[in-house]
């Protein structure tokens, strides 16, 4: 079956207040943004066992998931302790994405929510998913589209002012501190799961350029967020609805908002083992 697009105009919502649940925990662009992917799983189905690769602290999975996904994975050490306080997985492992600590067919879906774009060697990490799902089995996952950097506020304001090298430089520079190492579109990721053993049945694209707007100010205005992580191990220090009124009432049109749209910044891809 060729890959199918999601009709614009048909968001999938879910029933909790995610926005809430990731504004009280995240910077609230960060939040925004894992806010509008969570809404996107409530209509999937992941059969068990589950892999998820790159959980990192855990904090996604345990509000977008009513109950534990079976195994989380990260390469970081750090954030193992914080992924197993959260809940949201029965077990968390170290481990690289490609070189899967488990034996083949060992899982019957994965899902990798916004992990694969930061991984340079990612068809290595590919072929290993494939390699550890089951035949049939679903792999999930999201990333950056190749209109990101495009639509970034400032670099399209240096454009109109015809200070294109600028332009350039800046999207370099955003890039680098999103760790960002693959902004592809759909081709380029068809023909990477293709050759690791996957067949493409679903895409859509999300987060307009206006959403990625408020993205990509929060990282300057975020700084106390940052501040406050590195003194208190927490990046809210009060997660009340008193504290975070104004900043809901900033984020919330981007969240109510049609998430698919076809300028979106991002994609989410639904594939399934051959």
Request: aromatic share 14%; proline share 7%; with cysteine.
């Amino acid at each position: 079956m060729s890959p199918t697009q999601i009709p614009s105009a048909s968001p999938l919502l879910g029933k909790r207040d995610f926005l809430w649940l990731h504004l009280r925990e995240l910077p609230y662009f960060r939040a925004l943004l894992r806010a509008v992917e969570a809404r996107f799983y409530q209509d999937l189905h992941l059969p068990r066992p589950v892999l998820d690769i790159g959980c990192g602290d855990g904090h996604f999975a345990s509000v977008t998931f009513a109950e534990p996904l079976d195994v989380g994975l990260d390469p970081d050490p750090g954030v193992l302790p914080l992924a197993r306080n959260y809940g949201g997985y029965r077990w968390v492992l170290r481990g690289y994405g490609n070189a899967l600590p488990f034996g083949s067919a060992s899982f019957a879906s994965a899902v990798s929510n916004s992990v694969l774009e930061h991984i340079p060697d990612v068809d290595g990490v590919l072929q290993e998913v494939a390699r550890v799902l089951r035949p049939g089995a679903p792999f999930i996952f999201c990333v950056p589209n190749h209109r990101f950097t495009r639509s970034l506020s400032v670099a399209r304001f240096l454009d109109r002012l015809g200070w294109h090298g600028l332009a350039e430089a800046y999207r370099r520079f955003f890039n680098r501190i999103s760790r960002h190492y693959h902004c592809d579109d759909v081709p380029r990721w068809d023909e990477r799961l293709r050759a690791a053993g996957f067949a493409l049945e679903r895409y859509w694209h999300y987060f307009s350029p206006e959403a990625l707007a408020c993205l990509e100010w929060g990282h300057y205005f975020g700084l106390p967020a940052w501040v406050a992580r590195k003194l208190t191990g927490r990046w809210i220090l009060a997660p009340t609805t008193w504290n975070l009124s104004l900043t809901r009432r900033v984020v919330q049109p981007y969240y109510d908002q049609r998430a698919i749209c076809d300028d979106g910044v991002y994609t989410f891809y639904v594939a399934r083992r051959v």
